[in-house]
Structure formats: C-alpha cells, structure tokens
C-alpha cells in the first residue's frame, strides 16, 4: 500500500493526502508550491489545506504569503488515533440504547470469507453458554483469540478438526480419518453459520447466518453426533474400549446439558 493509499485509509481525502505527505517530506512552503508538488488545482489544494488546518494535521505561519508545516508523523497519527477513538466511544453509546430484535429467524447470505470470518468472531463474543464448532485447521487460525476470549467468559468451545492445534485443550476433537469439507458453527443452540470453505481466490461459493431457533437445534444436535462420531473415531486407532466409549458418551451428555 502506498502512502497516500495508506493516508486515504485513516479518512483523508486523496487531495488532502496528497498534500499532507507532501508537507511531511519537505520544509515548510505555500500552498501554490504544494499544488505544483503534487500535480493538483490550487484551489483544490488550498481547500485541502484549510480541512488539513481544522483537523489540526497542518498549521500555517502569518508571513506573505503564509507557509504551511505538516504536524510531525507520529503526531499527526495520535491525533487520529485520539479522534477515532472518541468517535468509536460516541457510536458504541448510541448502539448501546437501541433495542435490536431479538426474534429475527430469516437466512442471511454471507458473500465472502471475510463476512463469514467477521460474523464467527460475532457469535463468538455474543455467545453465552457454549459453541460448537466443526471446521479445518486452516479455517479456525484466524479464530483463536476469539476462541479464548469465549473461554476465558466461561464459554464451552468444542471443536472438532483436521489437525491437533499448536495448543491443545480438552474441548478439541481431532479426527483425521476424513476430510472437513463445510465448516459449521453454531452458538447456544440458535446463532449458526453454515459455510463452503473458501477457493484459492478467497471466496465462499455458499455461506449462510441464522438465528432461527430450529436451525440452530438441528444443527447442535449434528454436531454433538459429529463429536461422539470423533472420539469414538479416535479411540479406534489404539483399540477400543467399553470404558472409552462411556467416556465418549459422557462427554456428549455434558455438552448437551450445557444448554
């Protein structure tokens, strides 16, 4: 990313910018010497200028006619740190008051992986009792921390996967004998994600979100089957037992009696 692209990132104008990384880079100057540096309108340049000047990002001295200095780097970002922060706090107030429904059972499509991996980050933090999630190792990497906020609530997180992970956990069930070709999710028996697993380019061919009541039940219900299917599946490899199968049986009965 560029350095005007990364400006434009932080909510500047591309003239504005333009102009700031300008002024960044050299000795305080006027803006008809800004406009030449970059290649823009005057006019468009003494604008951006003056909305720099508001933003407290640029000042100007009182010669004839008036130099511009950028604000130095790092405090041209803490003063935009300081400012989306502020404007984060005023937003998360104004959400806090509004009463969503809580009834709303329609199916919603999820475009790409980057909805389907900001949604499960959602469900993660609204969830309340326990989680159960069904997907490749490769999927579930950039869910870990969400994965440990949960837990550290009191969240069950049961997972059923591909692969051990870099730090095991009880509530992991690894079981290797087949693939995982569509990750599921689902929350306190009602907040589901049903997803494909993304191409090469990124995209999901088919991802859906729901809090439908019986969707979600449904979707516990296969999931606790899937983890008794994966521990006994992995008691097999070293012979089974009647011991080993009432521990798999157990197991599923607590995760049911966590609703």
């Known amino acids: 990313m560029s350095l005007v ?45 003056e909305s720099l000047e508001r933003k407290g990002l640029v000042v100007q001295d009182r010669g004839t006619p008036p130099a511009y200095r950028a604000l130095p780097p790092d405090d041209m970002l803490a003063r935009l740190e300081r400012e ?20 709303d059972e329609k199916l919603y499509a999820l475009k790409t992986q980057e ?22 190792a ?20 049961v997972i059923v996967t591909d692969q051990a992970p870099a730090a095991p956990h009880d509530d992991t069930v690894v079981g290797e004998r087949r693939a995982i070709g569509i990750a599921r999710m689902v929350a306190d028996a ?28 449904m979707l516990h219900d296969a999931l606790v089957s899937e983890i008794f299917y994966g521990l006994v599946e992995r008691s097999l490899e070293d012979g089974i037992s009647v011991d080993e199968v009432e521990d798999a049986f157990e197991r599923c009965r607590r995760i049911r009696e966590s609703l």
Not at 84 to 103: G, V, Y
Not at 115 to 136: G, K, N, Q, S, Y
Not at 203 to 209: D, F, N, Q, T
């Open 138 to 157: 490769a999927s579930l990497a950039g869910l870990t921390a969400a994965v440990d906020d949960a837990r550290s609530r009191g969240v069950r997180v």
């Open 115 to 136: 909805h389907v991996t900001a949604r499960a980050h959602l469900l993660l933090a609204a969830a309340r009792r326990i989680v159960l999630i069904e997907a490749p």
């Open 190 to 217: 009602r907040d589901s994600i049903v997803s494909a697993l993304p191409n090469e380019s990124g995209g999901v061919r088919e991802a859906i979100w729901t809090r439908s009541l019986l969707l979600g039940r």
């Open 5 to 49: 692209a990364a400006l434009e990132s932080l909510g500047l104008a591309q003239t504005e910018a333009l102009s700031y990384a300008f002024l960044a880079g050299s000795a305080p100057t006027t803006g008809y010497k800004v406009a030449r540096g970059i290649g823009k309108p005057t006019a468009n340049v003494y604008r951006a200028l």
């Open 84 to 103: 989306f922060l502020e404007r984060k706090t005023r937003a998360a107030q104004e959400l806090a008051a509004l009463k969503p429904s809580t009834d």
